[in-house]
T-cell receptor
Framework: EAQVTQNPRYLITVTGKKLTVTCSQN?????MSWYRQDPGLGLRQIYY???????DKGDVPEGYKVSRKEKRNFPLILESPSPNQTSLYFC???????????????FGDGTRLSIL | DQQVKQNSPSLSVQEGRISILNCDYT??????FLWYKKYPAEGPTFLIS?????DKNEDGRFTVFLNKSAKHLSLHIVPSQPGDSAVYFC?????????????FGKGTKLSVIP
Protein backbone atom coordinates (compact mmCIF):
# COMPACT_ATOMS: atom_id res chain seq x y z
CA GLU A 1 0.00 0.00 0.00
CA ALA A 2 1.34 3.40 -1.02
CA GLN A 3 1.72 5.56 2.04
CA VAL A 4 3.53 8.25 3.95
CA THR A 5 4.26 7.15 7.51
CA GLN A 6 4.99 9.54 10.36
CA ASN A 7 6.20 8.64 13.85
CA PRO A 8 5.29 9.32 16.52
CA ARG A 9 1.65 10.22 16.01
CA TYR A 10 1.49 11.99 19.36
CA LEU A 11 4.20 13.39 21.61
CA ILE A 12 4.18 15.48 24.75
CA THR A 13 7.58 16.77 25.77
CA VAL A 14 9.28 19.64 27.55
CA THR A 15 11.03 22.76 26.37
CA GLY A 16 14.60 22.22 25.22
CA LYS A 17 14.53 18.45 24.88
CA LYS A 18 15.63 17.55 21.35
CA LEU A 19 13.17 15.50 19.37
CA THR A 20 12.89 13.98 15.91
CA VAL A 21 9.74 13.22 13.96
CA THR A 22 10.36 10.62 11.31
CA CYS A 23 8.73 10.50 7.89
CA SER A 24 9.02 7.66 5.43
CA GLN A 25 7.38 7.11 2.04
CA ASN A 26 7.30 3.92 0.00
CA UNK A 27 6.42 5.45 -3.37
CA UNK A 28 9.94 6.37 -4.52
CA UNK A 29 8.92 10.03 -4.60
CA UNK A 30 11.55 12.64 -5.26
CA UNK A 31 9.84 15.47 -3.43
CA MET A 32 9.11 15.55 0.29
CA SER A 33 7.92 18.34 2.54
CA TRP A 34 6.95 19.20 6.10
CA TYR A 35 3.99 21.37 7.08
CA ARG A 36 2.51 22.54 10.32
CA GLN A 37 -1.16 23.18 10.84
CA ASP A 38 -2.32 25.68 13.43
CA PRO A 39 -5.85 26.87 14.20
CA GLY A 40 -6.84 29.74 11.93
CA LEU A 41 -3.60 29.52 9.95
CA GLY A 42 -4.08 26.50 7.72
CA LEU A 43 -1.07 24.53 6.51
CA ARG A 44 2.28 26.29 6.39
CA GLN A 45 5.38 24.78 4.85
CA ILE A 46 8.41 24.32 7.09
CA TYR A 47 11.02 22.69 4.84
CA TYR A 48 11.03 20.78 1.60
CA UNK A 49 13.37 18.53 -0.34
CA UNK A 50 13.53 18.12 -4.09
CA UNK A 51 15.67 14.99 -3.86
CA UNK A 52 18.39 13.30 -1.82
CA UNK A 53 20.76 15.82 -0.21
CA UNK A 54 18.68 18.73 -1.59
CA UNK A 55 16.67 20.64 1.01
CA ASP A 56 15.36 24.18 1.27
CA LYS A 57 13.43 26.42 3.63
CA GLY A 58 9.71 26.86 3.38
CA ASP A 59 7.67 29.65 4.91
CA VAL A 60 8.27 28.92 8.61
CA PRO A 61 11.67 27.18 9.01
CA GLU A 62 12.82 28.81 12.25
CA GLY A 63 13.56 26.30 15.00
CA TYR A 64 13.55 23.28 12.69
CA LYS A 65 16.10 21.19 10.83
CA VAL A 66 15.71 18.48 8.23
CA SER A 67 17.90 16.00 6.42
CA ARG A 68 17.45 13.90 3.30
CA LYS A 69 20.13 11.22 3.28
CA GLU A 70 17.88 8.63 1.67
CA LYS A 71 15.10 9.08 -0.83
CA ARG A 72 12.43 7.48 1.34
CA ASN A 73 13.13 9.32 4.62
CA PHE A 74 12.79 12.97 5.58
CA PRO A 75 13.06 13.48 9.35
CA LEU A 76 12.08 16.73 11.04
CA ILE A 77 14.37 17.72 13.90
CA LEU A 78 13.59 20.14 16.69
CA GLU A 79 16.94 20.80 18.39
CA SER A 80 15.51 22.86 21.24
CA PRO A 81 11.72 22.72 21.15
CA SER A 82 9.70 25.63 22.50
CA PRO A 83 6.00 25.95 23.34
CA ASN A 84 5.30 27.91 20.14
CA GLN A 85 6.18 24.76 18.21
CA THR A 86 3.17 22.99 19.68
CA SER A 87 1.28 22.09 16.55
CA LEU A 88 0.01 19.40 14.23
CA TYR A 89 2.70 18.39 11.75
CA PHE A 90 2.27 16.76 8.36
CA CYS A 91 4.81 15.19 6.08
CA UNK A 92 4.04 14.94 2.36
CA UNK A 93 5.64 13.50 -0.75
CA UNK A 94 5.09 13.62 -4.48
CA UNK A 95 6.77 12.42 -7.63
CA UNK A 96 7.93 14.42 -10.55
CA UNK A 97 5.58 14.06 -13.51
CA UNK A 98 6.71 12.79 -16.86
CA UNK A 99 6.54 16.28 -18.31
CA UNK A 100 8.16 17.83 -15.28
CA UNK A 101 4.87 19.11 -13.99
CA UNK A 102 3.99 18.82 -10.36
CA UNK A 103 1.97 15.92 -9.07
CA UNK A 104 -0.45 15.93 -6.14
CA UNK A 105 1.20 15.52 -2.78
CA UNK A 106 0.43 12.53 -0.58
CA PHE A 107 0.20 13.35 3.11
CA GLY A 108 0.89 11.35 6.23
CA ASP A 109 -1.72 11.21 8.99
CA GLY A 110 0.01 13.81 11.10
CA THR A 111 1.99 14.12 14.33
CA ARG A 112 0.57 16.12 17.19
CA LEU A 113 3.34 17.70 19.24
CA SER A 114 2.81 19.38 22.58
CA ILE A 115 5.78 21.26 24.00
CA LEU A 116 5.33 22.16 27.65
CA ASP B 1 0.43 38.47 3.61
CA GLN B 2 -1.98 35.68 2.86
CA GLN B 3 -1.63 34.69 -0.78
CA VAL B 4 -4.42 32.09 -0.79
CA LYS B 5 -7.62 33.03 0.97
CA GLN B 6 -10.61 30.96 1.91
CA ASN B 7 -12.88 33.53 3.46
CA SER B 8 -15.58 31.17 4.66
CA PRO B 9 -14.41 29.17 7.69
CA SER B 10 -17.48 26.97 7.51
CA LEU B 11 -20.35 26.00 5.25
CA SER B 12 -23.48 23.92 5.88
CA VAL B 13 -25.40 22.30 3.04
CA GLN B 14 -28.34 19.92 2.84
CA GLU B 15 -27.66 16.46 1.49
CA GLY B 16 -28.32 16.32 -2.25
CA ARG B 17 -27.80 20.03 -2.80
CA ILE B 18 -24.78 21.75 -4.30
CA SER B 19 -21.80 22.75 -2.16
CA ILE B 20 -19.72 25.65 -3.43
CA LEU B 21 -16.40 26.35 -1.76
CA ASN B 22 -14.54 29.48 -2.75
CA CYS B 23 -10.90 30.44 -2.87
CA ASP B 24 -9.16 33.69 -3.84
CA TYR B 25 -5.50 34.25 -4.53
CA THR B 26 -3.31 37.30 -4.85
CA UNK B 27 -0.13 35.98 -6.45
CA UNK B 28 -0.45 36.28 -10.23
CA UNK B 29 2.43 33.81 -10.61
CA UNK B 30 0.30 30.92 -9.36
CA UNK B 31 -0.37 28.59 -12.28
CA UNK B 32 -1.56 25.37 -10.69
CA PHE B 33 -4.34 24.96 -8.15
CA LEU B 34 -5.45 22.03 -6.05
CA TRP B 35 -8.15 21.13 -3.59
CA TYR B 36 -7.49 18.82 -0.67
CA LYS B 37 -10.00 17.26 1.69
CA LYS B 38 -9.17 16.53 5.30
CA TYR B 39 -11.00 14.36 7.80
CA PRO B 40 -10.23 14.61 11.53
CA ALA B 41 -7.16 12.63 12.63
CA GLU B 42 -6.09 12.06 9.02
CA GLY B 43 -3.79 13.84 6.61
CA PRO B 44 -5.15 15.89 3.71
CA THR B 45 -6.02 13.88 0.63
CA PHE B 46 -5.89 15.20 -2.90
CA LEU B 47 -9.26 15.83 -4.47
CA ILE B 48 -8.93 17.68 -7.77
CA SER B 49 -6.62 20.13 -9.50
CA UNK B 50 -6.62 22.62 -12.34
CA UNK B 51 -3.92 24.21 -14.43
CA UNK B 52 -4.08 27.90 -15.26
CA UNK B 53 -4.47 27.06 -18.95
CA UNK B 54 -7.93 25.69 -18.19
CA ASP B 55 -11.02 27.25 -16.66
CA LYS B 56 -12.78 24.07 -15.62
CA ASN B 57 -11.92 20.56 -14.54
CA GLU B 58 -14.43 17.91 -13.65
CA ASP B 59 -14.10 14.61 -11.81
CA GLY B 60 -17.33 12.86 -10.97
CA ARG B 61 -19.29 14.94 -8.47
CA PHE B 62 -16.44 17.45 -8.14
CA THR B 63 -15.81 20.37 -10.48
CA VAL B 64 -13.26 23.11 -10.05
CA PHE B 65 -13.69 26.43 -11.85
CA LEU B 66 -10.90 28.93 -12.35
CA ASN B 67 -11.40 32.61 -13.14
CA LYS B 68 -7.91 33.99 -13.72
CA SER B 69 -8.97 37.56 -14.26
CA ALA B 70 -10.70 37.57 -10.88
CA LYS B 71 -8.00 35.40 -9.27
CA HIS B 72 -10.75 33.19 -7.99
CA LEU B 73 -11.45 29.49 -8.00
CA SER B 74 -14.31 27.47 -6.68
CA LEU B 75 -15.04 23.83 -5.95
CA HIS B 76 -18.52 22.55 -6.70
CA ILE B 77 -19.77 19.31 -5.19
CA VAL B 78 -22.98 17.98 -6.70
CA PRO B 79 -24.82 16.28 -5.16
CA SER B 80 -23.42 16.74 -1.69
CA GLN B 81 -23.28 13.67 0.53
CA PRO B 82 -22.79 13.32 4.30
CA GLY B 83 -19.41 11.69 3.64
CA ASP B 84 -18.27 14.95 2.05
CA SER B 85 -18.28 16.57 5.49
CA ALA B 86 -14.65 17.55 6.01
CA VAL B 87 -12.29 20.50 5.92
CA TYR B 88 -11.39 21.56 2.39
CA PHE B 89 -8.12 23.29 1.64
CA CYS B 90 -7.38 25.26 -1.47
CA UNK B 91 -3.70 25.25 -2.51
CA UNK B 92 -1.68 26.94 -5.23
CA UNK B 93 1.77 26.72 -6.72
CA UNK B 94 3.86 28.94 -8.98
CA UNK B 95 6.79 28.51 -11.27
CA UNK B 96 5.37 26.20 -13.91
CA UNK B 97 6.78 22.77 -14.54
CA UNK B 98 8.65 21.22 -11.67
CA UNK B 99 7.35 23.54 -9.00
CA UNK B 100 6.36 21.61 -5.92
CA UNK B 101 5.88 24.29 -3.31
CA UNK B 102 2.29 24.70 -2.29
CA UNK B 103 0.69 27.64 -0.56
CA PHE B 104 -2.46 26.65 1.32
CA GLY B 105 -5.53 28.54 2.37
CA LYS B 106 -6.84 28.28 5.92
CA GLY B 107 -9.53 25.80 5.00
CA THR B 108 -13.33 25.67 4.93
CA LYS B 109 -15.21 23.20 7.08
CA LEU B 110 -18.08 21.70 5.10
CA SER B 111 -20.96 20.07 6.94
CA VAL B 112 -23.45 18.14 4.84
CA ILE B 113 -26.68 17.70 6.76
CA PRO B 114 -28.63 14.49 6.08
Amino acid sequence: EAQVTQNPRYLITVTGKKLTVTCSQNMNHEYMSWYRQDPGLGLRQIYYSMNVEVTDKGDVPEGYKVSRKEKRNFPLILESPSPNQTSLYFCASSRRGLTGSNQPQHFGDGTRLSIL
Amino acid sequence: DQQVKQNSPSLSVQEGRISILNCDYTNSMFDYFLWYKKYPAEGPTFLISISSIKDKNEDGRFTVFLNKSAKHLSLHIVPSQPGDSAVYFCAASAGGAGSYQLTFGKGTKLSVIP
